[in-house]
């Protein structure tokens, strides 16, 4: 059975004096309910909650949330939930993505039908970052300045073709997490961190991680014929972590990925065996400089087709 | 408008004392409707009969028929049109193509849809050649033997996001025939051809040409976002027209292009300042080499995000 495991992503961010996150669990369900996925698990510290959900993840901070889902999910509806609670005046930045599909003719919504249903009077930009017949990236973002702080910066890496290696870690029945940890060698490079993870039935892992303020969080789908893996964090994880960057691409080991960086910078070489094949660049006017870059491996180019249906 | 250049493709051949050739014209136009195309003119010489459609051409020889559909066509229907004059068993080889599409999620039916449509008594194998999240091919192929004879080479270039040049000649309205033949320096490679074109409203340029047995089509769709030209042939093009070949590459100048050849050859190097970043091939038991080639340009990789929408 196919499933999608490229991503929609929602952040927003708040102006108000309350807090977000002591808003009831209540609020944060129907958030979450609305775009069809429920909330698996939570952990929190004195500065973000996360919610593991059905179809990825959730972070909520004082002044903004982060939402992710993928599958057939339609978080179009959660800004629509969203909007309802909090008027267009009370919200400094709103970003709505969708990245790339395997099968976008499965999904029951399209970027432009999502951006379309939006009210009237929400003004904001659509952009594409790449081509659209290749990995590319939808973007909208409301149209209204905003300065974000110097700590706000984002690195998504979005892994698609995962290697055998991979595969054979994620596609085990009943995986132990303990052993995808050991994989991923979180326990070397993220000690202190609280660290929430599910391995679903068949196969699908994701996991959650905070420390103060930062996160990261990991979703794989490893299904062969659409295996996808994706790594989010607000660390700077090509100065700080760039070890880490360079592992989950040794781990994952993919046949292609994109990097996408808001407010922050990409290397040029992420990986050996790797090209670079589009490079978009974009300074939004809601004050983010956001990057893509595609890159393909170089040297895995030959092979068979695949057979995907053979009727006798 | 958004309109989806890239095609359907349906190889059929027949083993039959009568010619395909000789069927009454209610015939094809029956084939052609059912895929909700039409048949708008029509050229003919002693081996073959080549009919323009609405979206894209219809080749007719004495014991086989090529018919290409673009847009948003149902061409499976015309194969269920097909069978329901020809029993399989009077097919020699059928061979059902769905190339690479730049919005799948816009089509009536997808490549799964159309083949589960298929009689279960008709036995058939399914591959993609590529990746589904790049540039691919789907093929089906009834699994039965047979032995193509010698001269029967097919040449598929599929081009995207054509250069600016072709993309100002195709998109000058009411653009003069001519002009374009002249463009595609149509006099100078394919003298003694019968050509038959047709140049679309507001966009979009189609051409059929026969000579003796040997045909050639082209079929342009200039829009920008979803810029897209094909060629296809059965002359050899990489061997004695190798300069067209490389000429249809330099005028249309595409960020990427796929080259597809049935029981031919592909060059190593095409064009310059391309590379190969896809290469598959497969031996179908159905009697064909089949060769699948994804290139992109190097010299052009960083650009600017594209401005989908601003509501202000």
Same sequence: chains 1, 2.
């Avoid at 690195?155 to 994989?183: P, T, W």
């Amino acid at each position: 059975v196919f499933f999608e495991g490229s991503e929609k992503k929602l952040e927003v961010v708040v102006n108000t004096k309350s807090s977000l996150r002591e808003l009831p669990s209540d609020f944060w369900q129907d958030i979450v309910h609305s775009s069809e996925a429920k909330i698996l698990s939570s952990i929190e510290n004195d500065e973000v909650q996360a919610h593991l959900l059905s179809e990825s993840s959730l972070f909520v901070w004082d002044d903004r949330f982060v939402m992710i889902t993928c599958g057939e999910t339609k978080l179009i509806q959660s800004v629509h939930k969203f909007l309802e609670k909090f008027p267009k005046e009370k919200i400094a930045s709103l970003i709505f993505q969708r990245k790339n599909e395997y099968c976008s003719h499965l999904q029951k919504t399209n970027f432009f039908s999502d951006i379309d249903s939006l009210p009237e009077t929400f003004t904001g930009k659509a952009y594409r970052f790449g081509n659209l017949d290749t990995h590319h990236n939808f973007l909208y973002h409301l149209d209204k300045s905003y300065l974000p702080p110097s700590n706000d910066h984002t690195q998504e890496l979005l892994m698609y073709h995962l290697g055998a290696d991979a595969r054979e870690i994620f596609c085990q029945k009943n995986q132990d997490k303990n052993k995808i940890r050991k994989f991923l060698k979180l326990d070397k490079y993220f000690k202190n961190w609280i660290i929430d993870d599910f391995v679903f039935d068949p196969f699908g892992y994701s996991l959650n991680a905070i420390n103060g303020s930062n996160y990261f969080t990991i979703h794989v789908t490893p299904q062969e014929e659409a295996s996808y893996a994706s790594f989010e964090t607000n660390i700077k994880l090509w100065d700080e972590h760039k070890n880490f960057g360079t592992l989950l691409l040794q781990s994952f080991s993919p046949g292609s990925f994109d990097m996408v960086s808001f407010n922050d910078y990409l290397p040029e070489k992420p990986f050996k065996n790797t090209i670079p094949i589009k490079i978009v660049k974009e300074k939004l006017s809601c004050g983010y400089n956001v990057q893509f870059k595609q890159y393909i491996r170089n040297d895995v180019l030959e092979e068979n087709a695949i057979l995907l249906k053979d009727r006798k």
